[in-house]
């Protein structure tokens, strides 16, 4: 598997306050990893250094470019997609208008296909096609916001806890989703996620972080069996 993304050193400002205290990271192409960490910890702004969200020092590489100072732009055109936390979604738009809006960097013929192919994927969104995203359910928002995430093509989804306030069974079919849909597209994914049981059975690795830096990494089988990392984010 080759790299597709790798931060070395990464440090993250808000104003003069660093968040990030050098973070190295990297993803293959392809590969789920999962971001644990306890509120605060940084993974929010792990994935915002990664889209050039926030100021960030240290190195951050897309396939061998580097992307730090880049603008936000740039790193979308250069394959990067999120989906942020609280879905996202441009809420006064309707379904099928977030869905196009999410296509706006392409400029090939195959995005009315590509919006086909979502409303197979996610038949609900194709029955509220005409409705504003603002009135969907938390769940149909979610659905949305993968959707219109990945309708930019991107080869690396950032995910920034996909299943807050879903019920189980809702999260459950969404993870299936995404794993089998970006298992097909060869996406690879960053998942910052609470629900780490869930996270760690989609993901082939994992990194915990502390107050800023990388406690844990590993593969994820080895994480789940990890005393720490089971004591405070499996609960057993
Ligand atoms: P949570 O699980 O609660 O979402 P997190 O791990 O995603 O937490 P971050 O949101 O990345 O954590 O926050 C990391 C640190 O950066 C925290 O100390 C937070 O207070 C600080 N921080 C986050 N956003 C800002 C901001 N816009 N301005 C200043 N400080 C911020």
Not at 10 to 30: F, K, N, Q, S
Not at 79 to 93: K, N
Request: with cysteine; charged share 25%.
């Amino acid at each position: 598997m080759s790299t597709l993304l790798e931060l070395k050193d990464v440090r993250a400002y808000y104003g003069a306050v660093e968040c990030l205290h050098g973070v190295d990271l990297t993803v293959g192409d392809g590969e789920v990893v999962v971001v644990l960490g306890a509120n605060g910890a940084g993974k929010t702004t792990l994935l915002r250094s990664i889209c050039q969200l926030v100021r960030t020092e240290g190195s951050i590489t897309l396939r061998g470019e580097e992307i730090g100072g880049r603008g936000t732009y740039d790193v979308v055109r250069g394959g990067v997609s999120m989906v942020p936390q609280g879905r996202g979604t441009l809420v006064d738009l309707s379904v099928d208008d977030n869905l196009r809006a999410g296509g706006f960097i392409r400029r090939d013929k195959e995005v009315g296909a590509d919006v086909r192919y979502w409303y197979e994927v996610f038949p609900r969104l194709a029955r509220r096609r005409s409705t504003s995203a603002g009135s969907l359910s938390g769940g149909e928002q979610q659905m949305l916001a993968i959707a219109r995430a990945l309708m930019s093509r991107p080869s690396l989804l950032l995910l920034d806890e996909p299943s807050l306030g879903l019920a189980p069974i809702v999260v459950r079919q969404l993870f299936d989703v995404l794993a089998r849909v970006c298992a097909e597209r060869e996406v690879a994914m960053v998942v910052v996620e609470q629900n780490a049981a869930l996270a760690l059975g989609m993901a082939q690795r994992g990194y915990v972080l502390e107050a800023g830096t990388v406690a844990v990494t590993g593969p994820a089988e080895r994480l789940r069996d990890d005393e720490s990392v089971r004591r405070a984010y499996l609960g057993y």
